[in-house]
């Protein structure tokens, strides 16, 4: 139902108004003073005010001006009601952002016509709205999920086909599903980097991606993951020999040779491809990926131009993590674990505005040992439920102490990893925290990955609501690298949107990492998102970041994490990026 609500201090108008709106089908609200009107607006967010000039409390101008502050009820279509025709409060409430003006006395005519030309125009706006969201949203999923000098898919768009194949994946003999997925890799390019200019080697990866392509089923994906590697998943194979069949086919559409340079010259290229299975092999494809790919590495080792199916023998296991797990269950006690920080910079005011935590580990023998290494470990054993309390703890205490030295209102963020963000007592343990460290939770921000998300949706999206209902900020972290789309994402109703490193590193030089930034940003933006770019290194890749007007970012270009003695000499010297003169 169309909600309206009536601001008017004359009773008899007030009522008067309500009973004509409700003849006529509205949900009607009324407040009889503009105070309560906006109050009501911003509770009710109607589609529509009604609202008188002369009030008491608050005037129909000062109202609207109001409305117009607040993001929820700016957009309400508006319309003035008074006895006055006066030419100057109609200008001045024009100039305030109303959308039209009736003069008391008008007809039910006037008044409903007044009213529904509004709605119109409400829904013309929001239609123009979801519609250029869609597109950009198309747009910004095409270039994320393609590569652009060959059209395949890459390595994102693989996972979902694979989901998708899993749920529908043929039976073998015995009925039982299987897709094959084939790691392929060109032999020797590097040489033909060096004699083929770079117009003819991508021409030359477009038509071998054509061959590829051709050895196929409908049905079946080719996708390019990088570096001259490609993946196949075989969603038509009913037998293992059918993977063997296509590699063949690879190996032979690779004897004739492939014509570069405006056919001037012949290239023989050859490929070494490495196959697994699942689900004999495993279960999911990032590890049917590395297995493929350490078949592949086997055939690569032989002189490569083969194929090989994956067998145990090749899974690398090194005994390492093992020895890394033990030590890490006693690295708390031993105060082997060190909370490190790296700024966030405003790319408005080049201010520091907030820090992440990011866990160090300095292992008594091993030395410095990087979380990308012990973070999965404790994952994978559920050690990171201990170490990331304490990592919080670490973090909102330590802000706390920069809050009170540094006088500032810098914001902390802290990685959560999915086994803490599915702890039931999640919340109990975080309000236990700010009540232990005294910061306040406005300034933790919890930063969540996608796969978080996507794991447990219906959940996830309750997890969220009550974390927010806490007043923690909300930000997913190294997105692009998940699966999902923004709009899909944006359900979740996160605040803030970290574009991951990959798309930053070569921003300047790859035109399709600036347009995904570009697109992200925009995207962003339209639904009411912060966006934060990672790993800034150069200063091209930050005045792209300006021009795109991302709002913040971190990286080495201001500073890399560092402990906290050495961030609150940042804070102390009030460190600043420099702004750049076009800015
Ligand atoms: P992340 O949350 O995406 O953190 C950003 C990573 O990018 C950090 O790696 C940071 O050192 C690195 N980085 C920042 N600026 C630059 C740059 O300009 N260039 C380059 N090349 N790298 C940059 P780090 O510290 O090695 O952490 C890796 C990942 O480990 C983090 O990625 C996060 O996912 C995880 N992690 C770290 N600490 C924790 C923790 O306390 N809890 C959980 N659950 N995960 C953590
Ligand atoms: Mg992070
Ligand atoms: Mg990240």
Redesign the pocket.
Known sequence: MTKILVIEDEEFVRENLIDLLDAEEFETFSADNGKDGVAIATQEVPDLILCDVMMPELDGFGTLERLRQNSATETIPFIFLTAKAAKIDFRQGMELGADDYLTKPFTRAELLGAISAQLQKKARVQAKYESDLAQAEAKLDYLMHHDPVTGLTNRLSLRDRFTKIRETAPLDAENKPIIPVLYLSLDRFERLQKSLSHTHQSTLLQEFAKRLTACIQEGDTVAYLSDREFAILLATATQRQDALRVAQAIGKELDRPFLVSDSQTEVFLSASIGISLYPQNAEDIDTLLSQANAAREYVVAKGGNGYHLYTVSLQVTTGDDLSLESHLRRAIERNELQ??Y?PRIDLKTGEIVGT?????WIHPEKGFI???KF?PI??ETGL?VP??EW??KT?CAQAHQWHQQYNKPLVM?????SR?FMLPDLCQRLVRIFSETQLSSRYLEL?L?ESVLVQNPNLARQNIIALKNLGITIAI??FGTGYSSLNYLHSFNFDIL?I??CF??DLTENPQNAAIVKAIVEMSHSLGLTTIA????TESELSCLQEYTCDQM????FS??VNAEAFGELLAQDKRLPMLASV
Do not use: F
Not at 356 to 360: G, H, Q
Not at 413 to 417: F, G
Not at 534 to 537: C, F, P
């Open positions: 909370a490190y790296q992440e935590a990011l866990a160090r990087s979380p990308g973070i404790a994952e990171i170490i990331g990592m919080l973090a963020a802290v990685n959560l990893s803490q930063e990955t972290d190294d970290k991951d490193r930053v590193s990672e790993g800034v290194e971190q990286g080495y270009l890399p994490p």
